[in-house]
């Protein structure tokens, strides 16, 4: 479940349309927004009321963090839903969610069937904290995607559940089956047999829990069962709040044989031990520009090379590794390019885990891996508004009582996050 920033143009081009629009937008598209801000902005002194340049123009301020110039632009066309909506996602993204609530709802008021605005408007509740009015917002889009578990839902409130047959399938990226697949192991616990149809690459780990009966990839002929959900729509089928998610940790294995070679593997290693991940798979980095980017250059981890004592292991795997032979020998960091290759994605990586003193990454599918084995976890979360699984100005997490949350204070600040993270890690390694 993502919310969708509108980029681009409120009209189509058309022939007469001034070319220096066309270059403004393909400089977006490269990520040269201070390019493109020249062009709109020069469209803009012979073309004042130019629609397409304010509301471009306001999204190549909002991915440099200007929060209050790109409010400004789409202020000069408020007209458009378009620029309304994105004029909500600017107050989310800087922190002002009373605002972007109000902007959501402002919408709704005039636009009732504009969906975006209803589903951000839910994740914007829940993000914070109000699980009551955030979840019964999300039951307007479980509909109208043909995901309210109607079924499941009946058995739930019959409590006819035992012994029923229940598929569970995957929503959103490979993160979000690894934190929801918790839901599993409650509804085995009431009695249900199983199935989960998952991603391909996470049959090996889960395969690997006791509360799961059959799992198989989702692309695969499906057997019967007498009802099914999304993972993702699991926390609002059980009207869940930060008191009541399931919170039994570990519920993700590493595989004992995996962990035992890795503890001989690092045996020799008598220091606090750190593994590392530093990027998110570009693909699954839904909104595309820079301020909602989730990644931190491997280059600021190096900071932490002056605290004596510690050794740091890669637990990257493909975009991101290029960066390695970028930053200073210096800093030493133990890599495997074998990693989960012969075992399976995310087999190693767990196993790793497991010997490790801590993990410290960005937010990506690794934090909820770790979270979910119960190793001890640092995210660092970048200036966008938390995530609706972290909830805003919170350092902790409901989901994963061993993360901890450090957070940009303002856009792209990854220094001043690194200077946070050494003031505790010293802290932290001095008290080993």
Same mark, same amino acid.
């Given at each position: 479940?993502?919310?969708?920033?509108?980029?681009?143009?409120?009209?189509?081009?058309?022939?007469?349309?001034?070319?220096?629009?066309?270059?403004?937008?393909?400089?977006?598209?490269?990520?040269?927004? $201070?390019?493109?801000? =020249?062009?709109?902005?020069?469209?803009?002194?012979?073309?004042?009321? =130019?629609?397409?340049?304010?509301?471009?123009?306001?999204?190549?301020?909002?991915?440099?963090?200007?929060?209050?110039?790109?409010?400004?632009?789409?202020?000069?066309? *408020?007209?458009?839903?378009?620029?309304?909506?994105?004029? /909500? +996602?600017?107050?989310?993204?800087?922190?002002?969610?009373?605002?972007?609530?109000?902007?959501?709802?402002?919408?709704?008021?005039?636009?009732?069937?504009?969906?975006?605005?209803?589903?951000?408007?839910?994740?914007?509740?829940?993000?914070?904290?109000?699980?009551?009015?955030?979840?019964?917002?999300?039951?307007?889009?479980?509909?109208?995607?043909?995901? =309210?578990?109607?079924?499941?839902?009946?058995?739930?409130?019959?409590?006819?559940?035992?012994?029923?047959?229940?598929?569970?399938?995957?929503?959103?990226?490979?993160?979000?089956?690894?934190?929801?697949?918790?839901? /599993?192991?409650?509804?085995?616990?009431?009695?249900?047999?199983?199935?989960?149809?998952?991603?391909?690459?996470?049959?090996?780990?889960?395969?690997?829990?006791?509360?799961?009966?059959?799992?198989?990839?989702?692309?695969?002929?499906?057997?019967?069962?007498?009802?099914?959900?999304?993972?993702? *729509?699991?926390?609002?089928?059980?009207?869940?709040?930060?008191?009541?998610?399931?919170?039994?940790?570990?519920?993700?294995?590493?595989?004992?044989?995996?962990?035992?070679?890795?503890?001989?593997?690092?045996?020799?290693?008598?220091?606090?031990?750190?593994? $590392?991940?530093?990027?998110?798979?570009?693909?699954?980095?839904?909104?595309?520009?820079?301020?909602?980017?989730?990644?931190?250059?491997?280059? +600021?981890?190096?900071?932490?090379?002056?605290?004596?004592?510690? *050794?740091?292991? *890669?637990?990257?795997?493909?975009?991101?590794?290029?960066?390695?032979?970028?930053?200073?020998?210096?800093?030493?960091?133990?890599?495997?390019?074998?990693?989960?290759?012969?075992?399976?994605?995310?087999?190693?990586?767990?196993?790793?885990?497991?010997?490790?003193?801590?993990?410290?990454?960005?937010?990506?599918?690794?934090?909820?891996? /770790?979270?979910?084995?119960?190793?001890?976890?640092?995210?660092?979360?970048?200036?966008?508004?938390?995530?609706?699984?972290?909830?805003?100005?919170?350092?902790?997490?409901?989901?994963?009582?061993?993360?901890?949350?450090?957070?940009?204070?303002?856009?792209?600040?990854?220094?001043?996050?690194?200077?946070?993270?050494?003031?505790?890690?010293?802290?932290?390694?001095?008290?080993?």
């Amino acid at each position: 479940m993502k919310i969708i920033i509108f980029l681009g143009l409120l009209i189509p081009l058309t022939t007469c349309t001034t070319p220096s629009l066309e270059t403004g937008i393909e400089y977006q598209k490269e990520e040269r927004f $201070i390019d493109a801000i =020249n062009c709109y902005k020069e469209i803009l002194l012979s073309e004042p009321l =130019n629609g397409n340049a304010w509301f471009n123009l306001g999204n190549c301020y909002l991915a440099l963090g200007n929060g209050e110039k790109a409010l400004a632009a789409f202020g000069k066309v *408020s007209h458009a839903l378009s620029a309304q909506y994105n004029a /909500a +996602y600017t107050h989310k993204t800087i922190g002002n969610l009373d605002k972007a609530i109000e902007g959501y709802t402002a919408i709704i008021k005039t636009n009732p069937d504009y969906e975006p605005a209803h589903l951000a408007l839910g994740f914007a509740y829940i993000a914070c904290g109000d699980f009551e009015r955030g979840w019964k917002q999300h039951e307007r889009y479980l509909k109208r995607s043909g995901k =309210n578990a109607d079924a499941l839902r009946l058995l739930l409130d019959n409590n006819t559940l035992a012994g029923k047959n229940i598929l569970l399938r995957p929503e959103g990226g490979l993160g979000d089956t690894l934190i929801f697949i918790r839901y /599993a192991q409650r509804l085995k616990d009431m009695g249900a047999h199983i199935t989960v149809a998952c991603q391909k690459q996470l049959i090996p780990l889960l395969l690997n829990c006791p509360y799961i009966d059959t799992v198989l990839p989702y692309q695969n002929p499906l057997p019967p069962y007498d009802a099914d959900a999304t993972l993702m *729509s699991l926390p609002a089928i059980f009207n869940d709040t930060d008191q009541t998610a399931p919170k039994k940790i570990p519920y993700l294995y590493a595989d004992p044989t995996l962990v035992a070679s890795w503890q001989q593997k690092l045996a020799a290693d008598t220091n606090f031990k750190i593994g $590392i991940c530093w990027q998110v798979d570009v693909h699954n980095d839904a909104s595309r520009i820079p301020i909602a980017r989730r990644g931190c250059p491997l280059n +600021y981890f190096t900071t932490l090379s002056t605290i004596p004592g510690i *050794s740091f292991y *890669s637990l990257q795997k493909y975009d991101g590794t290029e960066e390695i032979s970028t930053i200073s020998t210096n800093f030493q960091l133990h890599t495997f390019d074998d990693l989960d290759e012969a075992t399976g994605p995310f087999m190693d990586t767990a196993a790793l885990m497991k010997n490790l003193d801590l993990i410290i990454t960005v937010d990506t599918a690794i934090v909820h891996l /770790a979270g979910g084995l119960g190793c001890p976890v640092w995210l660092l979360h970048p200036y966008a508004t938390a995530d609706w699984r972290w909830i805003a100005h919170r350092t902790d997490s409901y989901w994963y009582p061993t993360v901890r949350i450090f957070k940009q204070q303002k856009p792209f600040d990854w220094e001043g996050v690194m200077k946070k993270v050494k003031e505790e890690l010293r802290r932290l390694v001095c008290q080993e």
